[in-house]
C-alpha cells in the first residue's frame, strides 16, 4: 500500500534522510512542503501554543494522531501518564523507536476505552473530523472516551482570512458549504494518501457545536495567523 507519505517519510528521516520533505496539494492555496524533520523538533523549538497544551494536560492523555510522537516524548518525560495515537503503522513504528513507551495504531473513531482525563489534538488534530459533520460524530465519540470533567485539548484556525480581497471584502461561494472544509493530498516519493476533507473551525462555531454535546469552551490562545487553542471541557452531569 503506498498511501502513507507521512510515516514512510518519517521512517526514512530516522534512516537518515533528514532533507526529506512531503508535499502538501489543497483545494484552496497553491501547493505547500512540511519539512519531514519538523515532525520530530524538540520542546525548545514548539511554539508557544503547543507548550501551552502541553503544560495544560492532566490525568490520563490521549494523544490523538500523535504523529512522530514529539508531544508524547515531552509528556512522557515529564511523569505524565500518556498514550500515543496514530493510524499510521509506520508513524507508531517511529514512535516506538523514539522511546515513546504507550502505542496505540487505531483510528480515534475505533477507539472502545479505557477512559482517559484529556484529549490532545495539536497541529489542527480537530481537522480529522474533516466537516462539520464529522465535528458531531467527533465530540459524541470523544465523550465516550472521557472521565466526568475530562477535556479537549485542541488547535485549529479561522480561516476567513484567505477568502478575503485586497480591499477587506470577503468572497465566499454560500453554496460551498462551511468555509473551514478543505481538501487535502499530501504526497511523498511513491506515497500518496489520496484527497481526504480536513477541517478547519473558527472558535465561535466550535463553542456552538461543543455546548450541543455538554462541553464548555475556553480560548487559552489565539494566534496571528487566526489560529487558536481551545480547551473543551466535558460536565460532570
Same mark, same amino acid.
Given at each position: 500500500?503506498?498511501? @502513507? !507519505? ?56 490521549? @494523544? ?12 512522557? #518525560? ?19 523507536? #523514539? ?10 473513531? *475505533?477507539? #472502545?476505552? !479505557? ?32 472521565? !466526568?470533567?475530562? #477535556?479537549?485539548?485542541?488547535e485549529s484556525a479561522d480561516i476567513l482570512y484567505m477568502f478575503e480581497d485586497e480591499d477587506g471584502s470577503v468572497l465566499l461561494d454560500l453554496n460551498a458549504g462551511y468555509y473551514g472544509e ?7 516519493? *511513491? ?39 481551545a480547551k473543551l471541557t466535558l460536565s460532570d452531569a
Amino acid at each position: 500500500m503506498n498511501n @502513507d !507519505p507521512i510515516g514512510v517519510a518519517a521512517l526514512a528521516y530516522l534512516s537518515g534522510e533528514h532533507g526529506a520533505e512531503i508535499t502538501v496539494e489543497s483545494n484552496l492555496t497553491e501547493d505547500d512542503v512540511i519539512p519531514v524533520a519538523y515532525l520530530f523538533r524538540k520542546e525548545t523549538q514548539m511554539p508557544e501554543l503547543e507548550l501551552l497544551a502541553l503544560e495544560e494536560c492532566r490525568g490520563k492523555v490521549l @494523544d490523538v494522531g500523535a504523529g512522530v510522537g514529539c508531544h508524547a516524548l515531552v509528556l512522557q #518525560q515529564r511523569g505524565v501518564d500518556v498514550t500515543a495515537m496514530d493510524f499510521s503503522a509506520n508513524a507508531v513504528e517511529v514512535m516506538k523507536r #523514539q522511546g515513546v513507551r504507550e502505542v496505540l495504531h487505531k483510528d480515534v473513531f *475505533d477507539l #472502545q476505552g !479505557p477512559k482517559y482525563d484529556t484529549l490532545l489534538l495539536l497541529m489542527n488534530g480537530i481537522g480529522i473530523a474533516g466537516n462539520l459533520l464529522g465535528l458531531e460524530r467527533l465530540l459524541e465519540h470523544a465523550k465516550s472516551l472521557l472521565n !466526568p470533567g475530562g #477535556q479537549i485539548l485542541l488547535e485549529s484556525a479561522d480561516i476567513l482570512y484567505m477568502f478575503e480581497d485586497e480591499d477587506g471584502s470577503v468572497l465566499l461561494d454560500l453554496n460551498a458549504g462551511y468555509y473551514g472544509e478543505i481538501k487535502y493530498n499530501m504526497t511523498y516519493k *511513491d506515497q500518496q494518501s489520496g484527497w481526504f476533507n480536513w477541517l478547519f473551525i473558527d472558535a465561535a462555531n466550535l463553542e456552538d457545536y461543543a455546548n450541543q454535546y455538554g462541553f464548555e469552551l475556553e480560548v487559552l490562545y489565539e494566534g496571528e495567523a487566526g489560529n487558536y487553542l481551545a480547551k473543551l471541557t466535558l460536565s460532570d452531569a
